[in-house]
Structure formats: structure tokens, C-alpha cells
T-cell receptor, first 114, second 113 residues
Framework: EAQVTQNPRYLITVTGKKLTVTCSQN?????MSWYRQDPGLGLRQIYY???????DKGDVPEGYKVSRKEKRNFPLILESPSPNQTSLYFC?????????????FGEGSRLTVL | TQLLEQSPQFLSIQEGENLTVYCNSS?????LQWYRQEPGEGPVLLVT?????EVKKLKRLTFQFGDARKDSSLHITAAQPGDTGLYLC?????????????FGQGTTLQVKP
């Protein structure tokens, strides 16, 4: 089954404790991206990757890091989480970036930072 | 200021009713997508419209792209409880070279049995 898989789905952590949210897609997509979804603010892009070893900042990259060592994986790293990073996070992938924007989303990771 | 304004923000209706939700902007877009997000899940693409004036149908859902490619509407006929969810419109940012989608705030639809 074609899918984007995120882990963990739910996480409660404390300020400053490094964490990684993994994302994996099995569709051989070139393009991957991370979004966060917050009430009243909608979905906002954090980082994106056009292909292996090519990553770039989205609209709200502060406090996050990403890597794209393999085509299928695009982990999101919070080096020192803070309460304002409490949010619902979505990983998404697309066959390629220069298309009509058809994204396949994972099921989301709900993160709470205390 | 939101690039995409969706209205209404919330809609609660009875099963069998018809409804229309809107996605408006002052900018012109080469294409526009509609997604539906169910509770606890990620958004799922419903349709992409590309041509001004284009109308696409997906079972009981009818999507229209404005003639000037600045707005779009989604009409649901005879809504069912399974239509409940958050409906999001989205457009590709700028030249499209970043693959970034800009989303509207969404319309939350509740269809009561």
C-alpha cells in the first residue's frame, strides 16, 4: 500500500529534550516536506526536500532541522524543543516538486512540549 | 492577511442538505487543489482544477474554478455524515519550484445524521 508513515503518532516531552520525528514514504517520491498545523494558523511549511541531500527552509524553520540521506526518509529533528513547538506535524511527499502540488500526507504526529 | 480566504469557517448541517464552501483570493493561480482532512488523519487530495471556469465532479461533490482563476467553490449535494471533516483549499506558491502548497484556513463541516 502506498503511504507516508510517521512516528511517533503522539509524543509528550519536556523543554530541551531532543527528539526526532521520523517520516518514510514507499512511493519513490522525489519531493518531501514537513508541515505543522495549528488552530487559527492552518498548515505551514517547515522544511522541504527536492531530492536526496537537497533540503531548504519553508515558512517556519526556526527550531527545526531535517536531513535527506535516503530518498524514502525525511526525519524532522527538534534539537531543543520549546512549548511553542507544541503542534500537529505532517510529513508529505510528492512525485516531484514541479507539478500541480499533489501531496500525499502522513497521518500526523501530535507533539506536546511541556 | 491570508492569501486564501475560506468561508464559512464552520458549517453544521443535517444529512441530506446541500452546501457550498468557498475559497477566495485576490491573486491569480495556475491551479488550485481541494483536500479533505478527517479527524486524526492527514489531508487527502480530492481534486485539482487548472483551467479558469473548469468544473469537476466527484460523486456528490462539484468543484469549480473561477473564470479569473482567483477563487473556487466546492458544492456538496445531499450531504452525508461521512462528508464530515475539514475542507482545505491550497495553491502552489509562486513559480511552483519549491513545491510548497499554501493552504487556506479550512472549512470545518459537520453533517449530523
Amino acid at each position: 500500500e502506498a503511504q507516508v508513515t510517521q512516528n511517533p503518532r503522539y509524543l509528550i516531552t519536556v523543554t530541551g529534550k531532543k527528539l526526532t520525528v521520523t517520516c518514510s514514504q514507499n512511493m519513490n517520491h522525489e519531493y518531501m516536506s514537513w508541515y505543522r498545523q495549528d488552530p487559527g494558523l492552518g498548515l505551514r511549511q517547515i522544511y522541504y526536500s527536492m531530492n536526496v541531500e537537497v533540503t531548504d527552509k519553508g515558512d517556519v524553520p526556526e527550531g527545526y532541522k531535517v536531513s535527506r540521506k535516503e530518498k524514502r526518509n525525511f526525519p524532522l529533528i527538534l534539537e531543543s524543543p520549546s512549548p511553542n513547538q507544541t503542534s500537529l506535524y505532517f510529513c508529505a511527499s510528492s512525485l516531484w516538486a514541479r507539478a500541480t502540488g499533489e501531496l500525499f500526507f502522513g497521518e500526523g504526529s501530535r507533539l506536546t512540549v511541556l | 492577511t491570508q492569501l486564501l480566504e475560506q468561508s464559512p469557517q464552520f458549517l453544521s448541517i443535517q444529512e441530506g442538505e446541500n452546501l457550498t464552501v468557498y475559497c477566495n483570493s485576490s491573486s491569480v493561480f495556475s491551479s488550485l487543489q481541494w483536500y479533505r482532512q478527517e479527524p486524526g488523519e492527514g489531508p487527502v487530495l480530492l481534486v485539482t482544477v487548472v483551467t479558469g471556469g473548469e468544473v469537476k465532479k466527484l460523486k456528490r461533490l462539484t468543484f469549480q474554478f473561477g473564470d479569473a482563476r482567483k477563487d473556487s467553490s466546492l458544492h456538496i449535494t445531499a450531504a452525508q455524515p461521512g462528508d464530515t471533516g475539514l475542507y482545505l483549499c491550497a495553491v502552489t506558491d509562486g513559480s511552483g519550484n519549491t513545491g510548497k502548497l499554501i493552504f487556506g484556513q479550512g472549512t470545518t463541516l459537520q453533517v449530523k445524521p
